[in-house]
């Protein structure tokens, strides 16, 4: 069974986290997958050149997880040998007053990719049946539509020539602990510990439940979720190499066409002295 | 004599591009040079993450051009190895109706970078007293007093914590034939040539003339303009990752202290089970 097929959520299941691994690298041989995750990321540098020099499809790749499960460096990984020109980062932190003065899909859709372009999402509209929902942000009876809401406006992305990839990072509960110490202690770390982070860790079982309807209900065949094991960062960069550029295959970008008649052009520039 | 400072145009200097060499490799040895790329790019891509983790200061790099210099593939290397979340190219194309029903600098300040982050302006303000100025999009009264307005808005980005590096990349006009017809003639390039190319050739010498008045004016101090030599694609990337790679390491960005008291914290850390 292919990688990206492997882990990703089959439409219409119900998802239970807890059957899902975590760490899946067993008997894996580290040297071998990290020179595969090499061969990936140059892969898919040379199709996202294709993709943004075609302007016909677009790709947005949403990330989500936990605290300290790494998508930070997972990005940085990933796709670190990509033109920059051609992707987009968002990270979506805590919505400031005027994106709260609107419906929560607002702020995302102003930064969803063009045409030739690759966005990433760091955090996503996922949040808002997530952490609103944990925190009661919001009331019962709002959150519970966004799940719907949610899937009509990925519908309209795709209907856009937008391809989707969501990607739940899993991470365990004891590897957390391990990678937020890890913060506590490193002086080059440290900056990305937060106050919330302990709450949000309080929290666990709930944003489990949260994650796995999130997951179930919004796992559509034209915008799939996958579940990557986590706890080993060489492991969780390979797979998601895999996902990343299983998707751009898919699209079989192509140079395309010259928009001038190469010949009649040369002539015109022959005429220039 | 170091490189960044070699190419620096002294401030209140009267510029003369025919003066400024576009090919200065003539006996340089280029896999040393390459070395140094190289050391370069690594070194960018640690000052960044710096830059992202203190949230202090941030850095506009502006590249202006005529067409096939190669200000795309310069994107590519010098900064192929930074994390793109910290970094954002922006490509300023032809303006749209509703940028054109503001002032010019509308559309320019909306892509300017956030504290932490570095800003890529593939051509920027400039243009509209570059193109504006030699397709008489506007007129005299209204571009020439673009400059000051120009020194200005830079003066104010300055004034809020960003470094402002302008580079323009030189190109000969023999060498520019050249890469236009080698965009003709690949079918991996093509897609790049543009029928306004051409058009954009036959007005070469005006050009000239409207960038030495861009660079000449609006080259003070607080946003310098650097010229360099462009016909050689390893030299220029070597130097103006030099550029960027000194202009970082002015800016000296560390690690910032903790948001919270690391031992407390850790102490919340264990009451969570």
């Keep these: 069974m292919n990688i990206e097929s492997k882990y990703r959520v089959e439409p219409g299941s119900e998802v239970d986290l807890s059957t899902w691994k975590t760490d899946d690298a067993d008997g894996v041989d580290r040297d071998q997958i990290e020179a595969q995750t090499e061969a990936n990321t140059l892969a898919i540098s040379e199709l ?15 990330l989500q997880a936990m605290d300290a499960a790494g998508k930070d460096s997972t990005i940085r990984r990933v796709f670190g040998r990509v033109n920059p020109q051609g992707v ?3 990270s979506f932190k805590r919505p400031t007053e005027d994106e709260r003065a609107h419906d929560f899909l607002w702020r995302i859709h102003q930064h969803t990719p063009r045409r030739g372009h690759i966005a990433i999402f760091n955090r996503s509209h996922y949040e808002d049946v997530l952490v609103a929902r944990v925190d009661d942000l919001v009331k019962k009876d709002r ?3 966004r799940y719907d809401i949610i899937n009509g406006f990925e519908q309209g992305l795709v209907n856009g020539d937008t391809e989707i990839v969501k990607i739940y990072l899993h991470l365990s509960k004891d590897r957390q602990k391990q990678k937020l110490t890890q913060r506590l202690t490193d002086p080059t770390k440290n900056w990305k510990f937060e106050a919330g982070d302990i709450s949000t860790r ?10 796995q309807d999130a997951i179930s209900i919004c796992n ?13 960062k060489w492991y969780r960069v390979f797979v998601i190499s895999e996902i990343v550029r299983a998707t751009l295959e898919s699209i079989n970008p192509q140079f395309p066409d010259p928009k001038l008649d190469p010949a009649s052009a040369m ?4 005429q220039i002295t």
């Design 48 to 62: 996202q050149h294709k993709l943004y020099a075609q302007q016909q499809r677009s790709v947005l790749i949403v």
């Design 88 to 90: 987009q980062v968002t």
């Design 143 to 145: 959150w519970s539509k």
């Design 202 to 211: 309080s929290k666990w079982d709930q944003y489990m439940t949260a994650y």
């Design 220 to 232: 559509t065949n034209h915008a799939p979720w996958y579940i990557v094991p986590t706890d080993r």
């Design 267 to 270: 002539k015109l520039l022959e």
